[in-house]
């Protein structure tokens, strides 16, 4: 169980942080600038680190957030399975660059737990005793299986399985009532969105296995009846639950997005609990999305109206 006083002082650090955070007002405008130079300014306005990249502005504030967090939580352990997610990105670059031989590590993470160059030591040497045993177990499969089939999907689609496993068995050890129903929820909509996946792309039922992940509140076993399902059984099915609205209109990505943000604020005021650190993290990473999505759509000629569309719920 985790000891939730420890948090008081971390909690208040995060609260004047969320002063700086985009709200829906400073986000359009950031839409509504006139161009790439004015919306760097308004970045600037939120704490983002001046640079004539916008893309390295970014990345600076992705990176800041995560020195930031460390500096401010009082232990790791919990913190490290969210870490863990760029670990995971960067295991998977460096698998995609030894079977495909390309170099890809302008695509890659430094704010994992591991540095990318300690994971590349890994990867090369075979030496995987360091690493969580369900990562290490992913990364071999990933091997073996790209020696059958040359596929580089089949990395993506196990490494995300073993990634979402280990987060799910480490946050389940803490008996947190926030990290348990979060755990639910985050399991829930990457099932979801992975089963349409599968039946819309990949079309095998054999993938559902090996993509899906545990610990959510509907089962392996739905999932596998609903493949054989149409769509009005489908929705049917999803009316019984709490991600009905989902899939009604729009895009389902950003629903489920939104869906997280949503929960994650109805958590934000615990005046001491590791919840208004989790949402602030979370929610400056969604922040950051946004961002991204409209210094892309400006650098691209996307028109404001589709780049408004794309955009997440703000956590502020």
């Known amino acids: 169980m985790i000891d939730s006083t420890k948090y008081a002082y971390s909690v208040g650090r995060v609260r004047v942080a969320e002063n700086f955070m985009m709200d829906e007002v400073k986000l359009l405008r950031l839409v509504d600038a006139q161009d790439i130079s004015e919306a760097q300014k308004i970045l600037i306005e939120c704490r983002y680190k001046e640079d004539d990249d916008y893309m390295a502005m970014l990345d600076n504030e992705h990176a800041s957030l995560y020195s930031y967090i460390r500096s401010i939580i009082p232990d790791l352990n919990i913190f490290n399975a969210f870490f863990f997610k760029y670990d995971t990105h960067n295991i998977k670059v460096l698998l995609k660059s030894e079977f495909l031989k390309k170099p890809f590590d302008e695509i ?8 990318y160059e300690t994971l590349k030591k890994f990867i090369q040497e075979r030496d995987f005793s360091q690493l969580p045993k369900v990562i290490a177990d992913g ?3 990933s091997i073996e299986d790209f020696s059958k089939s040359n ?36 399991t829930d909509l990457i099932n979801l969105k992975a089963f349409m996946r599968i039946k819309k792309v990949f079309q095998k039922e054999s993938f559902l296995s090996r993509t899906l992940i545990s610990h959510g509140s509907i089962t392996l076993n739905d999932f596998k009846r ?32 939104d869906y ?21 993290m979370l929610g400056k ?32």
């Open 226 to 257: 609903l493949y054989e399902a149409d769509e009005d059984e489908f929705k049917k099915f999803l009316k019984d639950t709490r991600y009905a609205s989902l899939f009604d209109r729009g895009d389902v990505e950003k629903n489920c997005d």
């Open 285 to 316: 990473e969604t922040e950051i999305k946004n961002a991204r999505i409209v210094m892309m759509g400006k650098a691209n000629r996307i028109s404001k109206d589709k780049t408004k569309e794309r955009l997440r719920m703000c956590y502020v």
């Open 151 to 186: 596929d580089p999907q089949l990395i993506d689609l196990i490494m995300d399985q073993a990634y979402y496993t280990y987060f799910n068995e480490s946050i389940n050890k803490t008996h947190d009532a926030f990290l348990k129903e979060f755990t639910v929820i985050q």
């Open 260 to 280: 997280m943000t949503s929960f994650l604020k109805d958590n934000r005021y615990d005046p001491i609990g590791i919840a208004p650190v989790i949402g602030f």
């Open 108 to 115: 890659a993470s430094e704010v994992g737990v591991f540095k």
């Open 139 to 141: 990364i071999i499969e």
